[in-house]
């Protein structure tokens, strides 16, 4: 990484002490719900971002100077802005570790805390509310539902899309009741089998629709907060 340039704050790293691999990533957080019959539903809850983290070496006249002044960000909480090449963030320095060898030779070692990420960030609110609406179409088709079209910048699609799943809600619902009394009423192990499979079929689609019409839910309130 010897060509890239990194900037923490006001502190800017340079020739050798660019570092040679800089951490970074995180996890998605999910929701996982096992279904009876072995069927599974996942929710996306949301990025979560991981730690940054990576070590270098402050050298030349001012090596104390710039180690001193990450050492104070560090106890101020202070959030700083963080690039090279083509990311860019927004940070918390959770730790901050300088090893004093000489006046102008400091070596150390830093993790840092992703407050945004300014090249990924969802801009505003009918960003998010296209994301959910992503999610809402994903589940209604595990439920083997088609939302039709729907966009976050027309709430009347939005308000259609609502309807057809609260539609699919109501048949679900009575397909699992009706799976219910079957299962109560067979009269062989082939008839409860079959029972059973049905309401599998049911309470699927009953957990996907419920994630379809709670994300609906979310996107419309999102596209209201984007179009005033």
Request: proline share 4%; charged share 10%; hydrophobic share 55%.
């Amino acid at each position: 990484m010897a060509a890239i340039m990194v900037t923490l704050g006001g502190v800017a790293f340079r020739d050798f002490e660019v570092p040679q691999a800089i951490e970074f990533g995180g996890c998605q957080r999910l929701a996982v719900h096992e279904l009876p019959g072995g069927g599974r539903v996942i929710d996306t809850l949301g990025a979560a971002a991981g730690i940054i983290r990576f070590a270098g070496t402050f050298s030349g006249p001012d090596a104390e100077a710039r180690a001193q002044l990450l050492d104070v960000a560090r106890a101020a909480g202070a959030t700083l802005p963080l690039a090279w090449s083509g990311f860019a963030f927004e940070v918390v320095i959770a730790d901050f570790v300088a090893v004093y060898e000489k006046p102008w030779w400091i070596p150390f070692s830093i993790e840092l805390v992703e407050a945004q990420n300014l090249v990924t960030a969802v801009p505003d609110a009918l960003a998010q509310a296209g994301l959910d609406l992503v999610s809402a179409g994903g589940l209604a088709g595990l439920a083997g539902l088609s939302l039709g079209p729907v966009a976050a910048t027309s709430p009347g699609s939005i308000a259609a899309a609502q309807g057809v799943v609260g539609g699919a809600l109501s048949a679900a619902e009575s397909g699992l009741a009706a799976a219910q009394g079957a299962f109560g009423a067979s009269a062989g192990a082939s008839a409860a089998t079959r029972a059973l499979q049905a309401m599998g079929t049911a309470s699927l689609s009953l957990a996907a629709l419920g994630g379809a019409a709670a994300y609906l839910g979310r996107a419309a309130g999102n596209a209201s907060l984007g179009a005033a």
